[in-house]
């Protein structure tokens, strides 16, 4: 099976599994209500659990640089030494050591509320992250439930996601234009679409907010929407920024949601066409074991 084969019968698996199952509104709203109160609820928890320990450690943090800072002409290399690693430690756990920013707080409620999506959507930055052992333990719960819950959130933003190209589809069969070649003509605009709006058009956006690179943009892009989420560029519940736009939190939210589901079916396209030219190469293996033997038992037959 050609690859344009293997991803039309991939795109047709989709359009006929929305046809299949179709969603009410009622239902959608139902869901996503329920969806966004588990988020919320898993929110208001994490900061319970984590705000007072965060505190606590900026406090912390303030009162050693401060009395380091006082007493900077009598300090030893070992003083020096034991400082740093101090504030190493304060790093890691998210609280930046420099300027004005030990006094901030990242467990908002807002913070909270984003750190659980990239959570259970499974980005997992981690430049906020729970700390204590109730925290930590809570976790565990709550992406056990959260991912499958996330999973099927997901498949029906996908339905939304894929529908822009069935229309398109069905455009092009109203013109005239065979079922293959339709098939085809979805994947080129579906690729070429997700491409541009996930992939090749937001670096610009952090070239311009963020101060970086359009190669960083790009791979901060990808880490984000295949969920790689490695963290060492991060935007959303970033500790380390001073004045983080709401809004601008929220749009980079639904862009990764959107991203996510994408690179999910594009993902799907890739894995079925390299199971079809697996199975290819099994066939044509058998084929090649198949005309050994008969060659061989038509030279024991020539023999006797």
């Not at 892009?221 to 991060?234: N, Q, R, V």
């Not at 939190?249 to 594009?266: E, K, P």
């Amino acid at each position: 099976m050609s690859f344009t084969s293997e991803l039309t019968y991939s795109f047709k698996g989709q359009s006929v599994q929305t046809r299949e199952t179709p969603i009410t509104k009622v239902h959608m709203s139902i869901l996503l209500f329920c969806y966004l109160s588990f988020l919320v609820l898993g929110a208001i928890i994490f900061q319970v659990l984590e705000e007072d320990f965060e505190v606590d450690r900026r406090q912390l943090a303030v009162k050693l640089k401060s009395d380091f800072l006082k007493h900077r002409a009598n300090k030893t290399k070992q003083d020096v030494e034991m400082f740093v690693q101090m504030m190493a430690y304060f790093v890691v756990l998210g609280i930046p050591p420099t300027g004005n920013k030990t006094a901030a707080v990242s467990w908002t409620f807002f913070n909270s509320f984003i750190t659980s999506i990239i959570i259970v959507s499974t980005i997992g930055y981690g430049t906020v992250f729970p700390r204590t052992p109730n925290g930590q333990l809570f976790c565990v719960v709550f992406a056990a439930i959260g991912i499958p819950l996330t999973i099927i959130v997901f498949n029906y933003i996908s339905r939304l996601v894929f529908l822009p190209f069935e229309k398109l589809g069905n455009y092009l069969e109203h013109k005239g234009v065979n079922e293959s070649n339709v098939t085809v003509w979805k994947i080129v605009f579906f690729i070429i679409t997700g491409t541009l709006l996930f992939l090749a058009l937001p670096p610009f956006v952090f070239m311009s907010l963020e101060n970086w690179t359009y190669v960083e943009g790009v791979y901060y892009s990808f880490t984000t929407i295949s969920a790689i989420g490695l963290g060492d560029y991060a935007i959303v519940s970033n500790p380390t920024k001073d004045d983080q736009s709401i809004t601008y939190s929220i749009l980079l939210l639904i862009w990764s949601t959107q991203g996510l589901v994408w690179i999910a079916l594009v993902f799907n396209l890739i894995t079925k066409f390299f199971y079809e030219m697996e199975l290819k190469l099994t066939e044509d293996s058998s084929e090649v074991e198949l005309e050994r033997e008969e060659k061989e038992t038509d030279a024991e037959n020539q023999f006797i």
